[in-house]
């Protein structure tokens, strides 16, 4: 396991760019406009917290829970990842960063629809257990944590950026993030394909019986 000052700045850069936080921003922009600050640093904290733990139990057991004992294949977890992120990339393409319209109602029920899919997913509960394979036990949760309250803190300035514009600016930055919101559908819809394509070839070439 790699202890070292190096290793774990690899691992929390290797995990943000997964989580990608300035697409997580993109995404969260219509929630944006409907919470005040304080509830939506509330819900943003709340879906983080769940975050850390789902993210940790998979560091911790992950890989046994899923081969092991569910008989699960990670590439089978790709696949079903690719699809669900399909489905958010094509809404993006063609609505916007108004497609989150489904997070709007019950603010009690915000956080889980944040933390999934948005920040847990095939990509980032693979990116956890090979955190949890890569440091022990400690370590890995401190990568976590602070991958978490990384991305946490640039979603938070880009709350705070796009409340203190007005006018004329704020149509301007709406049309940027509209815009920036389409271009990101079609990168994850491109990498929800490969993901797909990727999960498909190494579940047919996997061996009979495994």
Excluded at 6 to 29: C, D, E, H, K, T
Excluded at 86 to 101: P, R
Excluded at 167 to 191: K, S
């Amino acid at each position: 396991m790699d202890s070292s000052f190096l290793g774990f700045s690899r691992s929390l850069v290797a995990f943000l760019a997964i989580l990608n936080p300035f697409a997580l921003s993109l995404y969260l922009a219509g929630l944006m406009d409907d919470l005040d600050k304080r509830q939506f640093f509330s819900v943003l904290l709340q879906a983080s917290a769940i975050s850390l733990v789902v993210f940790f139990l998979f560091a911790w057991c992950g890989e046994p829970l899923l081969v092991d004992f569910l008989a699960v294949q990670p590439s089978a977890l790709r696949v079903f990842g690719g699809l669900i992120f399909v489905i958010v990339a094509y809404s993006y393409v063609t609505q916007g960063y108004k497609a989150t319209v489904f997070l709007r109602g019950d603010i009690e029920g915000l956080p889980s629809s944040i933390a999934l899919p948005f920040m847990i997913g095939a990509g980032t509960i693979t990116q956890a257990i090979l955190t949890g394979k890569r440091h022990a036990t400690v370590p890995a949760f401190l990568v976590i944590a602070c991958t978490l309250m990384v991305s946490f803190v640039i979603v938070a300035a880009f709350k705070i950026t796009r409340d203190h514009m007005s006018g004329p600016r704020e149509r301007v930055f709406q049309r940027y993030v509209n815009t920036l919101a389409r271009l990101n559908g079609l990168i994850i819809g491109a990498i929800s394909i490969d993901m797909i394509a990727e999960g498909v070839k190494q579940l047919w070439l996997r061996p009979m019986g495994d």
